[in-house]
């Protein structure tokens, strides 16, 4: 044995200084293994839309309703059965709607009890009781332990229950109860959650979103490029500060930066009223605005739009002027203008006319410069971002718990795509003088984001929060995977053509099986047996677009959260769930509100599709959790015949 094993082992010992607790562990861990694997829930591209994220969690998409399903079958009506998820769904809501309408409250509590009950005890049936008891509320744990646990030793069962059910009754507790056991089915019908990125833009709701997330008992998260822009903001990098402005301003959102993290928008508001006061703006309406904006709010958001925008397009600017390693010379526009003219020569040689040619901030000498009062204005802003408590919290979370990618139980997690040239193989991306492919860029790239909140040299800080920039926009960011982002064409100029943005040929492979194969073994994965789940591109259901690719090696399940997308997918998000039996793709109908799903008790589920059966149920031991577990067992062997040779003494 060598010094180092020797030290291990030693370490070892002191988590189990005994023969019986080594023992008594091994036993355990061989026990987990052999329990069915838990769920596993994939959401993507969820866009800010809390409601309708608030929902699928709830409902486990389908998870909770086909629980129900299992314990009651025939004995409980479609409409029952449909009740009681509702309740488990929304149960404080659903209680104060039964109270105004149900005549004999202490039978339904009575009924209802029993029912959650049973539910609970089968979806609790997969777990430890260990693991279940961490689980429990505080306030309830020892008694929904009794209810949810057979004793065998009790003679009349039967009594025993309805002793306790009775008494939660007359103590005035049911209420309080009923809510507790359904909030405890939430969280045991999912052992853990996928977020495979895109939190933010769009949708009005992101921060309720990531406060939820912060609460929720086991996740992971692949950063989406709407995410790390808003990082590389929360970071104090300015074309990213000005990037998520836009983006607020434009679906109609700033009450996310104003009242969901207290940034304030004065300083644009008041620079833009002054710079662009003789200006419509018109071409600046953005996508959305607040239905109760009056004409006066409409004309002040119009403004600060293309305020935001234009120095945006400036900052872009001095970024790519900045790193010519970016390889992104083309995005430099304001140069190519032609005030006199008011047309703009793009860089494949063609002129266009401009749908606005009022440029009052543009030095056309140094058109990538900003002006004193735009200094200012970033100046402040960045403040704002940077000491906004909150918002470093959030995006330290997504540090914490996010990445680029992620390689879990046998599927390559991730937001974007691959960079790969056209002949399937991965593409040579140059990162400050070094070239990277691959896995390798990954790496590369999330390693400088990390060091964007972290690192001590300035140097390096600014190259860092540079980057996630880069990651939001550039050709070869494997989150982005377009040739370009035509921002300023879609202000600026009619012509659809000068609009398109042409995807990686990572999209255009997928699927060749054998290009597939060869991203899974480049992430470790065996190809026979690996999947690719990924979202950041809508699945356009209405054109007959299937999510699955590739035989099933390949799962695209941005279906479309956001209601921008809805005119092109048809239906309002996929999301996948992986249990012991294996993978459903499930597509859901637009949400419409809380309300509507417990009054009408309306549930989105609309369509679940297997993607992959298991012909034997797959185990804890047949996952990654269950390798770590069998690595420890091997351990505590070796521990255990130390203790048995007497090269370890035991600390009784």
């Known amino acids: 044995m060598t010094t180092e094993e020797l030290r291990y082992l030693q370490r070892l010992a002191e988590l189990y200084p005994t023969i019986g607790k080594a023992s008594t ?3 355990n861990l061989q026990s987990i293994l052999n329990l069915p694997k838990g769920t596993e829930h994939f959401l993507s591209d969820i866009h800010g839309e809390y409601q309708a994220f608030s929902h699928v969690l709830r409902n486990g998409s389908g998870a909770v309703r086909k629980k129900v399903d299992d314990v009651f079958g025939h004995t409980l009506s479609n409409q029952d059965k449909r009740s009681l998820a509702t309740l488990i769904y929304y149960p404080k809501e659903k209680i104060e709607l039964v109270k105004k309408q149900e005549e004999d409250m202490e039978n339904w509590y009575k009924i209802t009890l029993y029912r959650l009950i049973e539910v609970c005890k089968t979806t609790a049936s997969k777990y430890t009781r260990s ?3 961490k689980a429990l509320p505080a ?10 646990t057979e004793k065998a030793e009790v003679l009349d069962k039967e009594a025993y229950y309805d002793a306790i059910v009775e008494t939660i009754i007359q103590i005035g507790r049911a209420e309080n109860f009923i809510i507790a056991l ?16 895109d939190i933010y833009d769009r949708g009005p709701g992101p921060h ?14 692949q950063w989406g490029n709407h995410d790390v822009v808003w990082m590389g903001a929360a970071a104090g990098q300015q074309a990213c500060i000005a990037t998520v402005i836009r983006n607020s301003v434009r679906y109609g959102n700033l009450d996310i930066l104003e009242d969901g993290y207290g940034i304030n928008m004065m300083p644009l508001a008041a620079f833009a009223m002054e710079a662009y006061r003789d200006d419509p703006c018109i071409a600046f309406s953005g996508i959305s605005s607040p239905s109760n904006y009056n004409a006066m709010e409409k004309e002040y958001s119009r403004k600060m739009h293309k305020a935001i925008a234009v120095i945006q397009f400036k900052l872009e600017g001095q970024l790519i002027m900045n790193h010519p390693d970016f390889d992104m010379e083309d995005r430099l526009l304001l140069h190519r203008i032609h005030p006199e003219k008011g047309t703009i020569t793009l860089p494949d040689g063609k002129e266009y006319p401009l749908l606005d040619n009022c440029f009052p901030t543009v030095d056309w000498t140094h058109p990538y410069q900003l002006t004193k009062e735009e200094q200012t204005v970033m100046e402040r802003l960045t403040s704002g971002f940077v000491n906004c408590a909150k918002l470093q919290q959030h995006m330290r979370f997504l540090l914490d718990k996010g990445g680029l ?5 046998g599927n390559l ?28 860029l990954y790496d590369t790239l999330e390693s400088y984001a990390r060091r964007a909140f972290y690192e001590l040299d300035d140097k390096e800080l600014e190259k860092s929060r540079d980057i996630l920039w880069y990651i939001w926009a550039a050709p070869n960011s494997p989150l982005f995977g377009k040739d370009k982002m035509t921002t300023f064409e879609r202000y600026y100029i009619e012509d659809p053509g000068t609009h398109q943005e042409n995807k990686n040929a990572y999209y255009r492979l997928l699927e060749n099986e054998k290009v597939v194969d060869h991203i899974l073994e480049e992430f470790g994965l065996d190809g026979a047996e690996g999947r690719i789940i990924n979202g950041h591109v809508p699945v356009h259901q209405l054109e007959g677009e299937n999510p699955v690719k590739c035989g099933g090696k390949v799962i695209v399940i941005d279906g479309g959260f956001s209601k921008a997308y809805r005119k092109v997918t048809g239906i309002a998000g996929y999301t996948l769930i992986y249990n012991s039996y294996g993978l459903a793709l499930t597509a859901h109908e637009p949400f419409t509100s809380a309300e509507d799903a417990v009054i009408r008790e309306q549930d989105i589920v609309s369509n679940r599709v297997a993607v992959h059966y298991t012909s034997r149920r797959r185990l804890v031991g047949d996952t990654d959790n269950g390798k770590a577990l069998k690595e420890r067992i091997s351990e505590l062997k070796w521990l255990l015949e130390a203790y048995r040779r007497g090269i370890i003494k035991e600390k009784k």
């Not at 306030?139 to 949810?148: G, K």
């Not at 979103?209 to 086991?218: E, F, K, P, T, V």
């Not at 990618?405 to 139980?409: A, I, L």
């Open 413 to 440: 997690l991730f937001h974007g795509s691959i960079p790969l040239n056209e002949d399937g193989s991965f593409k040579k991306v140059q990162i400050y003088g070094n070239i990277y492919k691959g896995k390798a």
């Open 25 to 27: 562990e091994i036993i």
């Open 182 to 197: 359904c909030e405890l089915i939430q969280r045991l019908v999912v052992d853990h959650l996928h977020i495979l990125g």
């Open 139 to 148: 306030d309830y744990a020892y008694v929904i332990e009794e209810l949810i």
């Open 131 to 133: 693991k279940v008891r």
């Open 405 to 409: 990618y992620r390689v879990y139980n």
């Open 208 to 221: 309720f979103i990531m406060d939820r997330l912060m609460s929720y008992h086991s996740l992971d998260i």
